[in-house]
């Protein structure tokens, strides 16, 4: 057993990270484990975990387990977790109730949690006590050893924790089976340095790990010859790009490089503003095919919280970036995520998060209330906020987040955009979706040939979220 240890995650080690190329081996005897049987896994997080979910899928195919569509047929459930706010944290444990009850009437169905909750002392702590019923746990650092965990519970008829508190290597053979056939997630780094006061991701995700950039160029590449029109770089800071690789490569020059690789559509999330260069945003501007969309997040608009939340830019430098890239890219859409609520935030300092908004007329933002996560600095500052005034300040700034949504969609309407239709809309069947170069949603009337193609749109009605369109010509790329 493996328990998880966050003072051992909170250590950044100076030992160079290898990059593994054969570190994910599955056993001619697991190959068939698999047969007859089929899995379910449930995903709570961010990008990144989603893309995990797209490599324990295909880990758990290459044992021969099937895919189900509903966690009530499958054979193995495994909660592929989030541990960012403490919602999440309540999701699972009722998830975990509704699976208990699921398996006493199937009692044969074996149930695992894995991604960021496994890292967390408190969660596995719960799990040892509450729930020893559950076959697996494992974290976000040995995901490519998933069919060794699975066979020595099976074997020895018990729960198996095997959870790292270390980040260990790169391994850059773990086989992935992507939701989409157009769109994919590319990881160019793992784990974060910045510590962020409220933040536990640098816990349960490691120290800074950039991919060396050839292999990321020839995973592009390969996903270009099988037909994908975008990738989306993934990294929880992609402007630190290369940071750790001690070399002069750069965010910047892997932009431009996949950008050659001739793929269509070029994503990058998240962009942290301290490490955003003047030479990104001209590589941007250079670039057709580098999508004019960044995902800024402000967090919060007064320089006296950001200082206390660590995140080393003020309201001013936060104000000077945006204007630099409205500037140079008057096109592009610009989101953002804010925090409110956080402990010692003031009545004048949430006015000022709420003038940043009003400078800046985010096309969207994703805003929350502050959650204490146990081990982070920011969960033993004094929070004398109370819950209502919280609620009260999430309710104003979202109030005021939709407006500038709307202002931000209105003047889409009657414009022709490109839009890379993705598949029918889950709420129409009837109609087509996709998201145009600067992320808009945009749900279209049209029929099968046009999917997986990038389309012009006349967007013809708008909504805060979204907007109805139409095919004004024939597809733009094949
Ligand atoms: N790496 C990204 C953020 C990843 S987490 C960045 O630095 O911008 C996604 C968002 O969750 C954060 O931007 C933040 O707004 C929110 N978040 C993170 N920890 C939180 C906490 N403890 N309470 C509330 N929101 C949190
Ligand atoms: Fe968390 Fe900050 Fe790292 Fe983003 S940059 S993942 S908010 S510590
Ligand atoms: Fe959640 Fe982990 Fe992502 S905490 S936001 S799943 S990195």
Known sequence: MNLPNLLEAKKRSREKVLTKTNAYIIENNLKNLGVGKKYYVKTYGCQMNEHDT??????????????????????????????????????V?????????????????????CGCMAQEEIVVEEILKKHKWLDIVFGTHNIYNLPNILVKSLKEQKLEVDVLSCEGDIIENIPVKRDSKYKAWVNIMYGCDKFCTYCIVPYTRGKQRSRNPEYIINEVLELVKNGYKEVTLLGQNVNAYGKDLNSDYKMENLLEDVANTGIERVRFVTSHPWDFTDNMIETIKKYDNIMPYIHLPLQSGSSKILKLMGRRYTKESYLELYQKIKKALPYSSITTDIIVGFPGETEADFKETLEVVESCQFDSAYTFIFSPRVGTPAAKMDDNVTIDEKNNRLQRLNNLINEYSKKANDAYLNKVVPVLIEDYSEKDSHKLMGYTDTMKLVNIDGNEEYIGK?????????????MDGEIVNDHISV
């Open 93 to 113: 444990f009722g998830m975990i109730g509704r699976i208990k009850h699921l398996k006493e009437t199937k009692p044969n169905i074996m149930v695992g949690l």
């Open 454 to 466: 990038i389309v012009n749109v006349r967007i013809n009605e708008i909504k805060t979220w979204s």
């Open 54 to 91: 797209e490599n324990i899928k295909a880990i758990l195919e290459d044992m021969s387990f099937t895919e189900a569509l509903e966690m009530e047929d499958a054979d193995l459930i495994l909660l592929n977790t989030c541990a960012i706010r403490e919602n999440a944290h309540n999701k």
